[in-house]
């Protein structure tokens, strides 16, 4: 039986998709943000359940406040075998860390398949939780991601990405105008993009699942 609910995190509402296991409890299989990329519509048949949600909800605030660096939840992606693969090898990422789309492919052994990898990464169904984030371009860029690159800016900043520079930023994000209309520099960009999580979780703080 699949079970949802919503969580508010400083990036947005998130939705979370379980499914019942046969001892009752919540097999994690999807995590999903607003105007998602590959997101699902709720399905009338899911069964809207907060409590169910409510470790996942946990570790997530912590996660937002920074003080868990992993998770520790049971999960349930639905994918192909490749696409598991790839998914298994990017919850390896550590925190505050990244790596290249050619990286993560030598990793899971088919060095060269940048692309079809790249297309595991945009699937992975379990957002945060499984870090797709933390893939970025061979020139550090942060290039696409399905809950929007903003999101992925703001998720490692928030982690303090190494390989997140200031020029990677700036060239990743849609051009920001200054106040007059100019366009913002490189410094201001990052500003804006490292800044949102902080303004949000202030004036929200965590939020049960809900």
Sequence with gaps: MTVHAFHTTPIGRLLLVGERDRAGGIRLAGIYMEQHRHGPEVDPSWA????????????????????????????????????????????????????????????????????????????????????????????????????GVERKASLLALEGARATSEAAIAASTPPLRAAGGRRAGAASATSAATSTIWRASRRHGPQAAR
């Design 48 to 147: 809207k359940d907060a409590a169910a949600f409510g470790e996942v909800a946990r570790q997530l605030d912590e996660y937002f406040d920074g003080s868990r660096t992993t998770f520790d939840l049971p999960l349930a992606p639905a994918g192909t075998p490749f696409q598991r693969r790839v998914w298994d090898e990017l919850a390896r990422i550590p925190r505050g860390t990244t790596v290249t789309y050619g990286e993560l492919a030598a990793r899971v052994g088919h060095p060269g398949a940048s692309r079809a990898v790249g297309a595991a990464v945009g699937r992975n169904p379990i957002s945060i939780v499984v870090p797709c984030h933390r893939v970025v371009g061979a020139d550090a860029t942060l290039t696409g991601y399905a809950g």
